[in-house]
């Protein structure tokens, strides 16, 4: 009687014992690691990826929008009477808003991918003239179609959606005071650009006085946010050449 070795074949001979392979063992493992050090890494989908998709589809529907405004200016002046100078000023402050919400819209994208509060501030500062001229052509300009007002809440809401997650993308990328007090004021005065665009949308009735005070405090407003665009402009050029 004789034990029988477990490494032994029918012949009698030793079978050599596996090889064992530590480096691909290793590699393995880190590579596993890696794979988890990367699904730590990647942020979850919220208002940072949520503002590129909706600064995408506001981009395309803006320039639709506004190609509309100007393709009815002509079909309007034919059947009716434009006061003396209105339609120019119209046409020029279709130029503005396209300029307006084109750097409004390429800041808050590009501060977003930075993670750049003050970029971000100056998008919400360009964000409120664009949003005020919108404004205008859906409630305040000379002669109102029933498809202006239409449009016009399309693109307000488009707007407004962009610059709220503008203002928490800048909030979350604030890293000193000076960067949440950009982001503060440059969100709170978008606020109230998008509380007076919507009332200014929203009031069908208004008189001459009434229309005459929308349209005062709209230029301050604009005139405070592109102010506040250019000034946060400034802050993060110098910034960057201090880096």
């Given at each position: 009687?004789?034990?029988?070795h477990?490494?032994?074949?029918?012949?009698?001979?030793?079978?050599?014992?596996?090889?064992?392979?530590?480096?691909?063992?290793?590699?393995?493992?880190?590579?596993?690691?890696?794979?988890?050090?990367?699904?730590?890494?990647?942020?979850?989908a919220?208002?940072?990826?949520?503002?590129?998709?909706l600064?995408?589809?506001?981009?395309?529907?803006?320039?639709?929008?506004?190609?509309?405004?100007?393709?009815?200016?002509?079909?309007?002046?034919?059947?009716?009477?434009?006061?003396?100078?209105?339609?120019?000023?119209?046409?020029?402050?279709?130029?503005?808003c396209?300029?307006?919400?084109?750097?409004?819209?390429?800041?808050?994208?590009?501060?977003?991918?930075?993670?750049?509060?003050?970029?971000?501030?100056?998008?919400?500062?360009?964000?409120?003239?664009?949003?005020?001229?919108?404004?205008?052509?859906?409630?305040?300009?000379?002669?109102?179609?029933?498809?202006?007002?239409?449009?016009?809440?399309?693109?307000?809401?488009?707007?407004?959606?962009?610059?709220?997650?503008?203002?928490?993308?800048?909030?979350?990328?604030?890293?000193?005071?000076?960067?949440?007090?950009?982001?503060?004021?440059?969100?709170?005065?978008?606020?109230?650009?998008?509380?007076?665009?919507?009332?200014?949308?929203?009031?069908?009735?208004?008189?001459?006085?009434?229309?005459?005070?929308?349209?005062?405090?709209?230029?301050?407003?604009?005139?405070?946010?592109?102010?506040?665009?250019?000034?946060?402009?400034?802050?993060a050029?110098?910034?960057?050449?201090?880096?």
């Amino acid at each position: 009687m004789h034990d029988e070795h477990p490494n032994t074949d029918a012949s009698g001979a030793r079978e050599p014992a596996p090889l064992l392979h530590p480096a691909n063992d290793r590699r393995d493992s880190e590579r596993a690691d890696k794979d988890t050090d990367d699904a730590q890494q990647d942020p979850p989908a919220g208002p940072v990826v949520y503002l590129e998709v909706l600064v995408f589809f506001c981009g395309k529907w803006l320039k639709i929008h506004l190609l509309i405004v100007v393709l009815l200016m002509p079909i309007k002046a034919f059947w009716l009477r434009y006061p003396s100078g209105w339609m120019y000023l119209e046409v020029a402050l279709v130029i503005l808003c396209f300029l307006f919400q084109h750097a409004c819209l390429f800041l808050g994208s590009f501060g977003n991918k930075t993670e750049s509060s003050t970029i971000l501030g100056a998008s919400l500062g360009f964000g409120v003239p664009a949003t005020l001229i919108v404004s205008y052509f859906a409630g305040l300009q000379v002669y109102l179609l029933h498809i202006d007002p239409v449009f016009g809440i399309i693109s307000l809401a488009l707007l407004s959606t962009v610059l709220l997650l503008a203002a928490v993308a800048g909030l979350r990328a604030a890293t000193r005071v000076l960067d949440l007090m950009v982001v503060a004021s440059m969100g709170a005065l978008a606020i109230g650009a998008v509380a007076l665009a919507a009332t200014v949308t929203f009031n069908t009735e208004s008189d001459y006085p009434t229309t005459q005070r929308a349209l005062t405090v709209g230029a301050v407003f604009s005139g405070l946010g592109l102010l506040g665009g250019v000034g946060s402009c400034c802050l993060a050029l110098r910034d960057a050449l201090r880096e």
